[in-house]
């Protein structure tokens, strides 16, 4: 009884607090304060966290700009707090007075200001006199100054097609769609018939800018990255310029340098056939490195790094013979890249020389996110499954890193927290299978506990060690669970032969795995292997589905989060076809023997589903249509078997909405609590 009290008096102290908060405008609480010293992680403590994001660091190396975004759970609203931190013996720690929704902020030349998009408009403010001034008011995706700040390059949105109210402008009440090809939505938007084209016009401070010229001229094609060389010569970008129909069949996205000189475009990426994205220029502008995916349609392939010579037209791949992804690359100097890398379940910095060096910048059990090399250092953001994202600064000489904010850092004094540790089982095909664990709080191995198997998403993914807000298995832990997450096959960071047997083979390797998994952990005198539940989102919700009717007994209920139930309905609903072509093979009516369709599907095994099961799912989730969870569920009914259905209809394939998080986070934990703790 005690735990339940520890895990609703969160709420009442949180409530009852941001009631006198919220009558001061964009008030939000200190990181953590509303939990009892001592007490157990609670959804509600997870969202009173500060999330740390590293902005930008100035082109002097001397100052970072960071952002720690808070909610108010009370009005449903989240904001954000801007600082400035000199990175010289003087530390000074700034915060920097942005608008709480202010974007993309950016150092100027000299560091003396910051640009940033507010409601996709432009602004400039100044760090001395604290004044802002907007520089433009077209709506803005994506900008970039040259070194210079002398030319402007942003990405803006063109309309290329017909609205319903151009079609038929006198029926003002019609609320319909005319759809003429598939790429007619994405995620959880519907195509607005405008495309995201690429910009440049030259810029002096203290003036307004009102219009640049269009690189991209009647091109109804949306640029997705760029990057400007040193003297402004050049743009470089990535965009994916193909017919309506294969820009959901393909993944084969080009890189194009524009030459302001000549006003010209070129293709730097012909003859790779696989998504080429990331383009950034060298500090001296004589070199353009990008990511680049070797196989046509393949959207989770290896992760190489390419780099194209100016002077010479030449482009050669430095990452041969590294069998890991090495992603968004950014240049140290004119000679070497820093790159992440998933490794073993972890997430590390490294880098790359011209001539294939490669070598490890960061180590550890944690998840580094995004990264700036400034000079000789590297500043990046780090969390784990014990610790929230923080920054961190490393030397390329050393991989020692140095914390440099502590956001959270009294907050999470107050909560317990279950250590966490790898283990490795033996897979039904010889391989060795990695898996964490996350022990809960106090943990003592002459006791017995239930076990949740977490099912990771993706097909193809990285579980590395990172602290989450929705899939927090610190959070599962604090209810008296071992949490057991296993590198299935699919998983990123045990080689490409790893990453691609999930293909086609979804319900081969990767559920072996899972049951091997389990099976293994089971073996262990502290589990008890009667209470043991199975969840997880998107492939892990295909995941539990497909336990659920092969499970032979194992768990005790499952959860699915905007899961893949019937494959057949799947393949013909789903946003982007290229993943389905890719790794679920030919259309089911091309070949009678796919055994995507005739053996790995779900919904094929639902007689056998006699198992506790609760589904959620996002109305507005496009990757994973809503049909999906209706089938499942209604199936679940017919079949007298036990199942509840959470529906969210203004959430897509994740829950975005903290009051909606919040009530998932209970859903989810009162599931397992119902059938786990008895």
Request: net charge negative; proline share 5%; hydrophobic share 35%.
């Amino acid at each position: 009884m005690l735990k339940y009290i520890f895990l609703f008096l969160p709420v009442y102290l949180f409530f009852e607090s941001v009631s006198d908060a919220s009558k001061k405008q964009d008030t939000v609480p200190e990181s953590g304060e509303y939990i009892l010293p001592g007490a157990m992680l609670t959804p509600e403590f997870l969202w009173s966290l500060g999330r740390v994001q590293l902005e930008d660091v100035s082109r002097d190396n001397r100052s970072l700009l960071y952002s720690v975004a808070y909610t108010d759970l009370r009005r449903d609203a989240q904001y954000t707090h801007f600082y400035q931190l000199s990175v010289d013996q003087s530390s000074v720690l700034t915060q920097v007075p942005l608008p709480p929704n202010a974007r993309k902020p950016r150092f100027d030349t000299d560091g003396a200001g910051l640009f940033f998009l507010d409601n996709d408009t432009l602004f400039r403010y100044d760090i001395t006199s604290g004044a802002t001034a907007c520089i433009s008011s077209i709506p803005m995706q994506e900008y970039q100054f040259t070194q210079n700040d002398q030319t402007l390059v942003y990405i803006s949105r063109v309309k290329y097609g017909q609205t319903a109210s151009d079609l038929y402008p006198d029926m003002t009440n019609a609320n319909f769609r005319v759809i003429d090809h598939l790429n007619y939505r994405h995620w959880n938007e519907w195509d607005d018939n405008h495309r995201n084209n690429l910009f440049m016009v030259p810029y002096q401070p203290g003036t307004r800018i009102f219009g640049g010229k269009n690189l991209m001229p009647n091109e109804p094609y949306d640029a997705t990255a760029l990057s400007c060389s040193a003297d402004g010569r050049y743009v470089v970008y990535s965009a994916k310029k193909v017919a309506p129909n294969e820009q959901t069949r393909g993944t084969n996205t080009e890189i194009y340098l524009y030459d302001a000189s000549l006003g010209t475009t070129y293709v730097l990426s012909k003859g790779l056939q696989g998504y080429d994205l990331e383009p950034v220029f060298s500090p001296d502008g004589s070199r353009i490195a990008w990511n680049s995916m070797a196989t046509a349609g393949y959207e989770t392939d290896r992760n190489r790094i390419m780099v194209y010579e100016l002077a010479t037209g030449t482009r050669k791949e430095i990452t041969t013979g590294f069998d890991f992804n090495a992603n968004h690359p950014k240049w140290i100097d004119n000679q070497t890249l820093v790159f992440s890398s998933e490794q073993q379940g972890t997430n590390q910095l490294m880098s790359a020389t011209l001539d294939g060096t490669i070598r490890s910048l960061t180590k550890g059990e944690h998840t580094v996110d995004r990264f700036f090399p400034a000079g000789n250092t590297l500043y990046f953001t780090r969390s784990s499954y014990v610790s929230p994202a923080e920054v961190y600064a490393v030397g390329l000489n050393s991989t020692d890193a140095r914390q440099l904010t502590f956001v959270n850092s009294e907050a999470m004094k107050r909560v317990k927290l279950g250590r966490f540790e790898a283990r490795y089982t033996p897979t039904s095909d010889g391989k060795m299978l990695q898996s964490w664990i996350v022990y809960p709080p106090d943990f003592d191995p002459s006791k017995k506990y239930p076990v949740v198997e977490y099912c990771q998403g993706g097909p193809q993914s990285g579980l590395t060690s990172v602290w989450g807000l929705r899939w927090s298995l610190q959070l599962i832990a604090a209810q008296g669970y071992i949490v057991l997450a296993p590198n299935r096959r699919g998983t990123f960071g045990f080689g490409s032969e790893w990453t691609r047997q999930v293909s086609r083979n979804w319900g081969k390797y990767p559920m072996a795995d899972l049951l091997a998994a389990i099976d293994d952990l089971c073996k262990e005198p502290y589990v008890d292997k009667t209470r043991l539940a199975a969840v997880g989102g998107s492939f892990g919700g295909y995941s539990t589905f497909w336990l659920a009717g092969n499970h032979q007994k194992r768990f005790k209920c499952f959860i699915s989060h905007c899961g893949l139930f019937n494959l057949e309905s799947f393949y013909l609903t789903t946003d982007e076809l290229f993943f389905a072509e890719y790794d679920m093979g030919e259309p089911y009516w091309e070949e009678a023997e796919n055994p995507t369709f005739t053996k790995y599907s779900p919904h094929l095994y639902v007689k056998n589903w006699d198992t506790p099961i609760l589904i959620i799912q996002g109305g507005k989730d496009f990757r994973v249509p809503e049909s999906e969870a209706f089938q499942a569920f209604q199936a679940a009914q017919l079949n007298g078997v036990t199942s509840r259905l959470l529906y969210f209809p203004e959430e897509g394939h994740w829950i975005g909405k903290a009051q909606n998080s919040i009530v998932w986070h209970r859903e989810f934990l009162g599931w397992l609590n119902r059938y786990l703790q008895t």
